[in-house]
C-alpha cells in the first residue's frame, strides 16, 4: 500500500471521529433510534441463540447500519464537514435527513440482503472471498443515496468506485461493517452476563454498543466514498 494511502485511511478515520465530535447530536441520536431497531430480533429470541437467530440479527443489524449510511450521505453538510466546516448540523436538521432517507428504504433493504447474505455464505466456505465481495459492495448505501440508483445498480456502481482503491475501502468501509456487526453481537453477550437476560438484556446491551459503534463506521464510509468520488 502506498503512503499517500495509508495517510488518506488515516485521514479518514480522523475525520469522521471530528464530524461526530462537532455534532454529537446530530450524529448518535439517530444511531440511537436506528440501533435498537436493528437489534430488536434479540429481544424475541427465547433460550440460547441459534444460527438462525445469529443471521437474522446480522441481517437487520446490517439494514440499519445500511440506512445509517443513507441517512449520514444524505446529509451532505455532514459528510463535507471536514472540508467545509461552516454549517451546524442540528437534531431538526438530523429528522429531515432522515426523512428523506426514508424515500430509498425499499432499495436499501433488498442491497443490504444480498451485501450481506452472499458474504455471509462466502465466508462459510472461506474468509478470504467474503470479505473481497464485502469490500467490493461496501459503497452501495452512499450510492443509492447520493446517486439515486437502485439495488443492483448500486452494487455494480459500488464494485467499479472501489476498483483500484480496494485496500483503502477495505481498512475504512469494511473495517467499518465489519466492527458494526462485533459491536451488535458483543454488545448482545455483554447484555446477558450482566442481565442474565437472553431477551432485553441481550437487547439493551446490542443496542448500546452498536448505536455507540455505529456513527463512526457509517461516518467512514461516507467519507469514504466522497472522497473516491472527488478523486475519479
Do not use: C
Given at each position: 500500500?502506498?503512503?499517500?494511502e ?10 469522521a ?7 454529537p447530536?446530530?450524529?448518535l ?13 434479540y ?9 438462525s ?5 446480522s ?13 449520514i450521505?444524505?446529509a451532505?453538510?455532514v459528510?463535507?464537514?471536514a ?11 438530523a429528522?429531515h ?12 433493504l ?5 451485501a450481506?447474505?452472499?458474504?455471509l455464505l462466502a ?14 459492495w461496501?459503497?452501495?448505501a452512499?450510492?443509492?443515496?447520493r446517486?439515486?440508483l437502485?439495488?443492483v445498480?448500486?452494487?455494480k ?12 475501502v477495505?481498512?475504512?468501509a ?9 459491536a451488535?453481537?458483543?454488545g448482545?453477550?455483554?447484555g ?5 437476560s437472553?431477551?432485553?438484556g ?6 448500546i ?9 457509517a461516518i ?13
Open positions: 500500500m502506498f503512503a499517500d495509508r495517510r488518506t485511511i488515516l485521514s479518514i478515520w480522523r475525520q471521529l471530528a464530524i461526530i465530535r462537532r455534532y447530536l446530530a450524529t441520536f439517530p444511531a440511537a433510534v436506528l440501533g435498537p431497531l436493528g437489534d430488536a430480533p429481544y424475541f429470541i427465547i433460550g440460547e441463540l441459534s444460527l437467530d445469529e443471521l437474522l440479527s441481517l437487520t443489524g446490517a439494514f440499519a447500519f445500511y440506512l445509517y449510511i443513507v441517512y450521505t444524505y451532505e453538510e459528510t463535507a464537514e472540508e467545509r466546516g461552516v454549517e451546524r448540523i442540528t437534531i431538526r436538521g429528522f435527513e432522515l426523512r428523506q432517507a426514508a424515500s430509498v428504504v425499499p432499495f436499501v433488498v442491497a443490504s440482503v444480498v450481506l447474505a452472499i458474504p465466508t462459510a466456505l472461506l474468509v478470504i472471498p467474503g470479505l473481497w465481495i464485502l469490500t467490493r461496501s459503497l452501495f452512499p450510492v443509492i443515496s446517486e439515486q437502485g439495488p445498480a448500486a452494487l456502481r459500488s464494485n467499479k468506485v472501489v476498483g483500484g482503491h480496494f485496500e483503502l477495505f481498512l475504512t469494511t473495517l467499518g461493517t465489519v466492527l458494526e456487526e462485533a451488535v453481537h458483543g448482545a453477550v455483554v446477558h452476563l450482566v442481565t442474565d437472553y431477551t432485553w441481550e437487547w439493551l446491551g446490542s443496542s454498543v452498536t448505536s455507540l459503534v455505529m456513527p463512526l463506521a467512514a464510509t461516507s467519507v469514504t466514498y466522497m472522497h473516491l468520488q472527488r478523486s475519479s
